[in-house]
């Protein structure tokens, strides 16, 4: 059995009026009762009263106010309410009588059933409405053409005039511009770092450019003098030459040093003449354990005379310094020390550089504790030098420009013992 109420009024309608066809059906489980079937919908103006048979407005109680627990069914229909899974009729008993529930109240704006339309206001309103628009094509088409041809004229009477935008006519397309390009930084280049060479020196006095001008005519007067001497060595005359010419850049001297230089003509350099580095004559004693008269005064309060030997003092730290000045020599030493010496140093020529050989501890080592030793430097200069240890080859290094000095001996901590100091001259170098 389905229990229905009609949409316009509310009133129930049974199934037999259904199978009658008295009632009309406008959805699934919509239906009009016979009496709503029958009224017109009115002619216009929407309406918030539903309109019943009678032309009255139904008459509400608090009881038809839909307090949320209405709910259609899936057509949308209010006449139906779910409860626990099945469908239950809705239906309030008034005196006997079933009074009709009234739809949900629904959140939100609640939509109104769309009203039935009048075709002839559609057909009305569309033919209106192509008559607006004939008009409005038909006058947008005057006043665009209008408005071209005034653009038309005013650019030809001045085209740096700026274009006016008509009312009605379409705007006139803005003119391409070019895209806007960001400068390219200057990249910063940095000077290459100067050299003593490269370097510009910056403008000197009138005085002093005079004064330099007299020292490289002198210089270069000096050079010129020694070549007169020594004219079977045009490459030592080629060296000075040059360090005139990087000396006094710029002068007339320098200049004139670069033109010799340009026309002297150097033969292939012979090879280096092998000067060998052996004394001559008998050894003479600088000291032979006798006495300390050949060690400086200011050096005695280090050193003292032992058993015919020079002992070092402990607890000092002050070089030995023997008093003849020596060059070109050949100089021997006869020595021993313990295991305690943690440093010993042997110099010839010292003064204004010195030829020495030095101990250290590892070195000692190897040498040797408790036994005599002889050790033997010789050298002319610091280019032409030698050592020897027990007849054996040693290294030896040179510092400054020794050329005339004297010999001196160093020793650091433990006790150290000289026996003998001798020394004799080189042999002549041949002339070349």
């Known amino acids: 059995m389905l229990i229905v109420y009609c949409e316009t009024c509310g009133r129930r ?6 199978k009658a066809g008295k009632v009309r059906q406008i959805d699934e489980n919509q239906y009009l009762c016979s009496k709503c079937t029958t009224v017109q919908p009115p002619p216009s103006g929407p309406s918030n009263i539903q309109q019943t048979p009678s032309g009255k407005a139904p ?3 608090i009881d038809d106010v839909d307090d949320g627990s209405k709910v259609r069914t899936r057509s949308g229909s209010k006449n139906k309410r779910i409860s626990g899974g ?3 009729p809705q239906r309030r008993i008034s005196g006997g009588n079933e009074v009709p529930q009234k739809p949900p109240a629904r959140s939100g704006v609640e939509k109104s059933p769309p009203a039935k339309s009048n075709p002839t206001a559609i057909y009305a309103g569309a033919a209106v409405g192509i008559l607006v628009l004939v008009g409005l094509i038909a006058l947008l088409g005057g006043g665009g053409s209008k408005s071209n041809t005034s653009t038309a004229s005013t650019q030809a009477i001045d085209k740096t005039a700026p274009v006016k935008k008509e009312r009605d006519g379409p705007a006139p397309t803005p003119p391409l511009q070019a895209p806007v390009v960001a400068p390219t930084p200057t990249p910063v280049v940095k000077p290459p770092p100067e050299t003593p060479n490269t370097r510009t020196p910056p403008p000197a006095p009138k005085e002093e450019l005079n004064f330099r001008d007299s020292l490289a005519e002198e210089r270069l007067k000096i050079v010129q003098d020694w070549f007169s001497k020594n004219p079977k060595d045009p490459w030592g005359y080629s060296e000075r030459l040059t360090d005139v010419t990087n000396t006094y850049r710029g002068t007339p001297a ?11 003509t150097l033969p292939p350099k012979p090879a280096p003449v092998e000067v060998p580095l052996e004394g001559s004559g008998a050894w003479k ?3 032979d354990g006798s006495n300390l008269d050949q060690l400086k005064p ?9 058993n015919k030997a ?4 402990a607890g000092t730290n002050n070089a030995a310094q023997f008093r003849p000045d020596l060059q070109n020599v050949e100089v021997r030493f006869r020595f021993e020390f313990d295991s305690e010496v943690d440093y010993i140093s042997f110099a010839i020529l010292q003064g204004e550089g010195a030829v020495s050989v030095v101990f250290d501890r590892p070195t000692l080592a190897e040498v040797g504790i408790g036994k005599t030793h002889e050790l033997v430097i010789a050298a002319r200069g610091k280019d032409a030098k030698k050592a020897t240890l027990n007849g054996k080859s040693h290294p030896v290094h040179a510092s400054g420009d020794p050329k005339v000095g004297k010999i001196q001996i160093a020793c650091k901590t433990g006790r150290f013992k000289i026996f003998s100091i001798d020394y004799r001259p080189l042999a002549e170098a041949p002339q070349k």
């Not at 309608?13 to 259904?18: H, L, M, P, T, Y």
């Not at 670069?258 to 026309?263: G, T």
């Not at 200011?298 to 032992?306: D, F, H, Q, R, S």
């Open 13 to 18: 309608i049974v199934d037999d009026e259904i």
């Open 59 to 61: 008459t509400l109680s």
């Open 86 to 88: 099945n469908e239950i």
């Open 254 to 264: 320098a200049k004139k040093a670069q033109d010799i230089l340009a026309s002297l």
């Open 285 to 287: 004693a600088v000291f």
């Open 298 to 306: 200011e050096c005695l309060n280090a050193w003292k005379l032992e």
């Open 310 to 313: 020079i002992v070092n003092i």
